[in-house]
T-cell receptor, first 115, second 113 residues
Framework: GQQLNQSPQSMFIQEGEDVSMNCTSS?????WLWYKQDPGEGPVLLIA?????ELTSNGRLTAQFGITRKDSFLNISASIPSDVGIYFC???????????????FGKGTKLTVNP | NAGVTQTPKFQVLKTGQSMTLQCAQD?????MYWYRQDPGMGLRLIYY???????DKGEVPNGYNVSRLNKREFSLRLESAAPSQTSVYFC????????????FGAGSRLTVL
């Protein structure tokens, strides 16, 4: 089945630094989603990308849908302590022959921000 | 709006005990999902229900059963809990199986001794 390779697995940065993480796959996806999970909570959607090449920003967050439709990255600029959490990418793959679409998750990037 | 509500938030079980995790959504979503989250493994799909009256296996269904009680509620049952089922369980829903955005509950942390 489809798999997403998310990297890095973890990051330790200083407040104010920029962060970059990415997901790659051997499969093509129709939609890329980026979620953030705060400690003790469920994942919350940050950004959704619907077209190859699309670049979308949400405040200090910027994400891009790779032109090959097999990858996506998420950048966080000027990190702050509340950026701490686990970031997940997810790809939506259209089912073949009318089958349902499948949402596949990466394994997450754990971000630690030191004040 | 409460969104997706899961109960209980925490549970400790002994091996062999049974329990049911409850999930309800108030967004009139058709599709509901159960995931488990383990360190280094990300989110893995256990079962899902594309619409009321249907359920299907996900990536890791063994040891679990589900019931789509009505459009709002989707429960996950462990008939005979095992230590390997110690995990954090998340319920999620979306408008329909092909819709893009998945909304998650806050999670249920289960420990099996």
């Amino acid at each position: 089945g489809q798999q997403l390779n998310q990297s890095p697995q973890s990051m330790f940065i200083q407040e104010g630094e920029d962060v970059s993480m990415n997901c790659t796959s051997s499969s093509i996806f129709n939609t890329w989603l980026w979620y953030k999970q705060d400690p003790g909570e469920g994942p919350v959607l940050l950004i959704a990308l619907y077209k190859a090449g699309e670049l979308t920003s949400n405040g200090r967050l910027t994400a891009q849908f790779g032109i090959t439709r097999k990858d996506s990255f998420l950048n966080i600029s000027a990190s702050i302590p509340s950026d701490v959490g686990i970031y997940f990418c997810a790809g939506l793959h259209k089912g073949s022959q009318g089958g349902s679409e499948k949402l596949v998750f990466g394994k997450g990037t754990k971000l630690t921000v030191n004040p | 709006n409460a969104g997706v509500t899961q109960t209980p938030k925490f549970q400790v079980l002994k091996t062999g005990q049974s329990m049911t995790l409850q999930c309800a959504q108030d967004m009139n979503h058709n599709s509901m999902y159960w995931y488990r989250q383990d360190p280094g493994m990300g989110l893995r799909l256990i079962y899902y229900s594309a619409s009321e009256g249907t359920t299907d296996k996900g990536e890791v269904p063994n040891g679990y059963n589900v019931s789509r009680l009505n459009k709002r509620e989707f429960s996950l049952r462990l008939e005979s809990a095992a230590p390997s089922q110690t995990s954090v369980y998340f319920c999620a829903s979306r408008l329909q199986d092909g819709a893009n955005v998945l909304t998650f509950g806050a999670g249920s942390r289960l420990t099996v001794l």
